[in-house]
């Protein structure tokens, strides 16, 4: 995929908005229910309820819609805005892993087909390079300034750190949302997370534990 070929074309009236995100919902439903490899563009138009040909209004590919709804779903998943400032260190780790929990559970299936995508598309896979480096940033800010305050050890590199943390967390979640592999439990598997990133980050154990946000 090109990035200059697939550009969306914007809609210049509410009508052509609204017919535009009737498409993105109407493809978000397909990709879900066929896979990325088996959706059609027809079969996106079709959802939506409208012409084959004013697919391409709209957007030039298939592709270009699901860049689309995985830039959408990668900001809402890594999105730590409603995250309350002023806690304890272990307290918004235990937050942010429960928020970040949540944001994965409501969008288990896109999140299998990310994955699916993520083995076919060169520019997807850039499109998950950038989200997932501005997530690291985040939580390396998170920890250097831990580290000022004496929070944690200074002697951890804090981008490292963020990217070990990130990858158990997510592949945690992965195997246990997505391929159905938990065994124990939600609680117990957040709280597992929880205490792993406490003791990776040398501080007191808490009652239950999170990503780093």
């Known amino acids: 995929m090109s990035s200059s070929e697939d550009s969306p074309v914007q809609p210049l009236t509410e009508r052509g908005a609204r017919t535009r995100e009737k498409l993105l919902a109407a493809a978000r439903e397909v990709f879900e229910e066929r896979g990325f490899p088996d959706t059609r563009i027809a079969h996106i138009a079709e959802r939506a309820g409208v012409a084959y040909g004013s697919f391409y209004t709209y957007f030039p590919s298939k592709q270009a819609v699901f860049l689309e709804l ?3 779903l990668f900001a809402e998943m890594t999105d730590r805005r409603a995250l309350p ?4 260190p272990a307290a918004r780790i235990r937050r942010a892993n429960r928020a970040y929990y949540e944001a994965y559970l409501r969008n288990a299936r896109m999140m299998a087909i990310v994955e699916q ?3 076919l598309d060169e520019e997807f896979q ?4 950038k989200h997932r480096a501005q997530s690291i940033t985040r939580t390396a800010r998170a920890l250097r300034r831990w580290q000022r305050d004496g929070s944690i050890p200074g002697d951890l590199d804090p981008e490292l750190t963020a990217r070990a943390l990130a990858a158990m967390i997510d592949h945690s979640l992965y195997l246990g949302i997505v391929q159905g592999d938990d065994p124990t439990g939600t609680e117990r598997l957040l709280d597992t997370l929880d205490l792993l990133t406490h003791r990776a980050l040398g501080l007191p154990s808490e009652t239950g534990g999170g990503a780093v946000g």
Do not use: N, P, Q, Y
């Not at 400032?85 to 304890?88: K, P, T, Y």
């Not at 850039?126 to 390079?129: N, P, T």
């Open 70 to 72: 995985a830039d959408r």
């Open 85 to 88: 400032a002023g806690r304890s």
């Open 117 to 119: 995508v993520a083995t």
């Open 126 to 129: 850039e499109l998950r390079r």
